[in-house]
Antibody
Framework: QLQLQESGPGLVKPSETLSLTCAVS??????????WVWIRQPPGMGLEWIGS???????YYKPSLKRRVTMSVDTSKNHFSLKLTSVTAADTALYYC????????????WGQGTLVTVSS | NFVLTQPHSVSESPGKTVTISCTRSSGSIASNYVQWYQQRPDSAPTTVIY?????PSGVPDRFSGSIDRSSNSASLTISGLKTEDEADYYC?????????FGTGTKVTVL
C-alpha cells in the first residue's frame, strides 16, 4: 500500500525559504502513470494546489506561485521536494503531498500533512 | 484559469439527502474529470468520487457524482445521511496547465 510522509521544519522566518520533502513508500516514484503533487491548506481555509512533478523532473506550478516555487524529485531516494522562497505569513499552512493519476488528475493517496508556520 | 464555486455550507437531518454543487467559471465542466474529496477534522482528504461519478472501493453507494453540462457544474449527492458524513467536501478538476480545488462545502448533520 502506497504511503507518503512529509517532513521539514515546522517554523520558517519571513523572507526565508520553506523546504519540505515527501518520502514515498510501498511503491516506486518512477511509475509512468503518476505525477507527484504538493497541496496546502491555510488554517481554517480551503485546499490549494501548488504544483506537480513527474519522475523525469517535468513540472507544472500554480501560476500565482510559479515565481517562488521549485519542485524536484530524487528517484534514488524515492522522494520529491518543495522549495518556496520569500515566504510570508500568508504561506503558513498545512502542507500535503499526494500522488496524482496522470490522466484523471485524481489525488490519492495523500500524506498526513505537515504544518509550516511563518513567523519571526 | 478558472474557479470552482461551491456553497459554503449545507445541513440536513440524518437519513435525508444533500446535494453539493460545484460550478466551473470558464471552460466546460465536461472537458476534464471532476473528483470529490471528504475531509474530516484533523485528517487529510480522501476520495469519495473520482472521474465524475466513480466510487473508490470502500466508499458507500450513498455517495454519487454527476455532471450537468447545462449549468456547467458537477454535483455530489449524499443520500441516507449519517452523522459520520459530517465533514468538509471539496471538488477538484483541472485544465491544460493546472489543478483547481473548489471552495469547499461544510456538511452538517443536524
Amino acid at each position: 500500500q502506497l504511503q507518503l510522509q512529509e517532513s521539514g521544519p515546522g517554523l520558517v522566518k519571513p523572507s526565508e525559504t520553506l523546504s519540505l520533502t515527501c518520502a514515498v513508500s510501498g511503491g516506486s516514484i518512477s511509475r509512468t502513470t503518476y505525477y507527484w503533487v504538493w497541496i496546502r491548506q491555510p488554517p481554517g481555509m480551503g485546499l490549494e494546489w501548488i504544483g506537480s512533478i513527474f519522475y523525469t523532473g517535468s513540472t507544472y506550478y500554480k501560476p500565482s506561485l510559479k515565481r517562488r516555487v521549485t519542485m524536484s524529485v530524487d528517484t534514488s531516494k524515492n522522494h520529491f521536494s518543495l522549495k518556496l522562497t520569500s515566504v510570508t505569513a500568508a504561506d503558513t499552512a498545512l502542507y500535503y503531498c499526494a500522488r496524482r493519476y496522470i490522466v484523471t488528475h485524481r489525488f490519492d493517496p495523500w500524506g498526513q500533512g505537515t504544518l509550516v508556520t511563518v513567523s519571526s | 484559469n478558472f474557479v470552482l464555486t461551491q456553497p459554503h455550507s449545507v445541513s440536513e437531518s440524518p437519513g435525508k439527502t444533500v446535494t453539493i454543487s460545484c460550478t466551473r467559471s470558464s471552460g466546460s465542466i465536461a472537458s476534464n474529470y471532476v473528483q470529490w474529496y471528504q475531509q474530516r477534522p484533523d485528517s487529510a482528504p480522501t476520495t469519495v468520487i473520482y472521474e465524475d461519478n466513480q466510487r473508490p472501493s470502500g466508499v458507500p453507494d450513498r455517495f454519487s457524482g454527476s455532471i450537468d453540462r447545462s449549468s456547467n457544474s458537477a454535483s455530489l449527492t449524499i443520500s441516507g445521511l449519517k452523522t459520520e458524513d459530517e465533514a468538509d467536501y471539496y471538488c477538484q478538476s483541472f485544465d491544460r496547465i493546472m489543478d483547481v480545488f473548489g471552495t469547499g462545502t461544510k456538511v452538517t448533520v443536524l
